[in-house]
């Protein structure tokens, strides 16, 4: 297995710094990666966390699976990234200050681009593509509380993809009760969704934990979060045992009701909760004054839905969403469900 200059033979792990580019002060944020090569051949999984900088339960998980790996005999190779984005998460911050960017939004990146595009390109070409199965986590950071698998919109739900028909089966096996996908266009345009699936990859995002007490609520969500990645080492037949899971069933939402805060700024009030059902012109959310407590603004939602991920920082400031709301699109028994994919 060989990722830039790191190289790993059969049974070994290494451990360097993916080299990637430098800003003009001199800054480099070349990324931390561990190489784990199996003792027998077999598929590549690759698991990565903290690519937004301040969204590190996957990183703790990441870590404490990096431990374990090292006494476990396994089938093929893993790449474990605990920090994508160094310079934002050295910083608490979503992005990358050198250039303003998302590194997660720019893949398949730019040789020649700014630092941030240059980081895309080199991770993209050493680490991803190398790759069979991609588990990438997230996190609510300091704004939300979330916990559920999401995953890319299937272009035809009666036809899917190999990979389309691959990632059914892992977002399932992960072990959460319930996931969820954005439909096409939620957020805009997904090109980085796009090349991933073009150079034959298979990836998951987990949205897992976070909000102001995530260090209080976190051990359980970091323990989730390894137990995961052993469920997807399952499904892809490097490891043998049981999946473990939250039960038996796993809802599917489609996720596709945004609620977005109004131009005006103030202190953010939720009054519902994660899981709450809402009705069409239930409201959310609303923004008061933080001084004299006077209502600004009231967020409604423009449609019917279950609350998805839930929260954000106050006062809020800035054109931002501040809730997702799904729709069940299915449920899937596990007790039933074919969880391997090799």
């Known amino acids: 297995m060989k990722v830039g200059h790191l190289e790993a033979k059969a049974g070994e792990h290494v451990f360097g710094y993916l080299k990637t ?13 561990h190489l784990f090569a199996g003792a027998e051949p077999g598929p590549t999984l690759l698991v990565q ?7 590190i339960i996957g990183s703790v998980a990441i870590l404490n699976f990096i431990q374990k790996l090292k006494t476990t005999p396994f089938k093929g190779n893993v790449i474990a990234v605990p920090v994508v984005n160094r310079a934002g998460f050295e910083l608490g911050e979503r992005g990358s200050r050198i250039d303003g960017k998302d590194i997660s939004r720019l893949f398949p990146g730019k040789a020649n681009g700014s630092v941030s595009d240059q980081i895309a390109h080199v991770y993209f070409e050493e680490v991803i593509k190398q790759s069979d199965v991609m588990v990438d986590f997230h996190a609510g950071a300091r704004t ?44 805009g345009p997904n090109t980085t969704k796009e090349a991933i ?3 034959g990859v298979t990836q998951i995002t987990l949205e897992f934990g976070g909000g102001t007490g995530w260090f209080k609520n976190g051990q359980d969500n970091v323990r989730d979060a390894e137990r995961g990645i052993w469920n997807v080492m399952k ?7 049981d999946f473990e899971s939250d039960g ?31 009705k069409a012109g239930d409201v959310y959310a609303k923004l008061i004054d933080p001084y004299t407590g006077d209502l600004l603004a009231e967020m409604p939602t423009p449609k019917d839905g279950i609350v998805i991920p839930s929260g954000q920082e106050w006062p809020t400031i800035g054109a931002t969403s501040v809730g997702i709301l799904g729709t069940i699109d299915r449920v899937e028994d596990r007790r039933t469900t074919d969880l391997y994919v090799y």
Request: aromatic share 10%.
């Open 21 to 33: 580019t430098a800003s003009r002060s001199g800054l480099t944020p070349d990324i931390p990666v």
């Open 235 to 241: 499904s892809m037949r490097m490891i043998d045992g």
């Open 49 to 55: 966390g903290a690519i937004h900088g301040g969204e």
């Open 144 to 187: 939300a509380y979330e916990r559920y698998v999401l995953f890319g919109a299937e272009t035809d739900p009666n036809n899917p993809t190999p990979i389309e028909l691959m990632r059914r089966k892992l977002v399932v096996a992960f072990g959460l009760d319930q996931a969820a996908f954005f439909p096409p266009g939620t957020f």
């Open 197 to 199: 699936e073009k150079a």
């Open 248 to 278: 038996p069933l796993c809802t599917i939402y489609n996720a596709g009701v945004v609620i977005w805060k109004p131009d005006v700024d103030g202190m953010f009030v939720r009054l519902k909760r994660f899981r709450d059902e809402l």
